[in-house]
């Protein structure tokens, strides 16, 4: 196991920030730490890190009780949001920076950055300064001096926070295939719901200091543990149960709030007996999908995603009569706000 995570908390005055977390992590698997600000996501990679001291609980890392171990005794690579290179040093610097404190022979050195300026797909750019780069590549910098090491673990704190999105884009693919290739234990912070599903072959949500549920991005999405989880990982419908479009299909539940994904509305241009009528008050063209806003006899808006060609077949337009019907929906005990 990479890292086991026992009954830890941390509490900063009266706020607790992790509260009785509990989570085993895979070597060699890459996790996501996501949720909403104030989760308690960050403090927990620091715990992991040594940055913090938990109030109760253990801490280990590769079979061994970190819990109170010096951050230089961990065996860590921590990456930030803000790169945190050495602005006077030239990339080549930066990577070896943690090589040459360790006193590792000059020749080995040398060979390792040349190594992983490759494996960061930054060969030839070695003499060049940070101030010198763009957003994307700082960030590969940051993530090859991480790794100069060799660390155990691999940390990463909202990694690509800072870049637009087409880079974050670029970076999330990237690093889901360096992961592929050094197998380092990785656990990254998030809370960009989308990063977390494409990057990580295991998601941890995190609310209030608590761990929601944890899974696989298919497991997480579309068997959620709560409303929370629901309707914080991807688009979702929250609706009255006495709503008309489920008592029109048969729906029953005992609990006051239901959740709908908006591609588990069918919609229709005529009716069926299971159906219930809607005007379309606005379409929204997404490029891969259409979105569409859906207004019901009762007032109650919903939105419906639709493939390119189901919104071709039906050629919809602005305040048309159309009928709907739910495929699936979910009900919870109870529900947390964002």
Known sequence: MGIVIENVSKQFGAFKAVDNVSLEIDSGSLVALLG?????KSTLLRLIAGLET??????????????????????????????????????????AFALEIRKVPP??????????????????????????LSGGQRQR?????????????????EPFGALDAKVRKDLRAWLRRLHDEVHVTTVFVTHDQ???MEVADEIVVMNKGRVEQIGTPAEIYDHPASAFVMSFIGPVNVLPSTSRIFEAHGFESAHPEVFLRPQDILVETTPNGASVSARVSRIIHLGWEIQAELTLDDGQVVTAH??????DELKLQPQQRVFVKPKDAKAFPLYYSI
């Open 36 to 40: 909403p600000s104030g989760s308690g």
């Open 54 to 95: 938990p109030d109760q609980g253990r801490i280990l890392l590769i079979g061994e009780d970190a819990t109170y171990r010096s951050v230089q005794d961990r065996g860590i690579g921590f990456v930030f949001q803000h790169y945190a290179l050495f602005k006077h040093l030239t990339v080549r610097k930066n990577i």
């Open 107 to 132: 020749a080995k050195v040398r060979s390792r950055v040349e190594e992983l300026l490759e494996l960061v797909q930054l060969r030839g750019l070695g003499d060049r300064y940070p101030s010198q």
């Open 141 to 157: 910098v940051a993530l090859a001096r991480s790794l100069a090491v060799e660390p155990k673990v691999l940390l990463l704190d």
């Open 194 to 196: 989308e990063e977390a």
């Open 306 to 311: 639709l493939t390119r060609d189901r919104f």
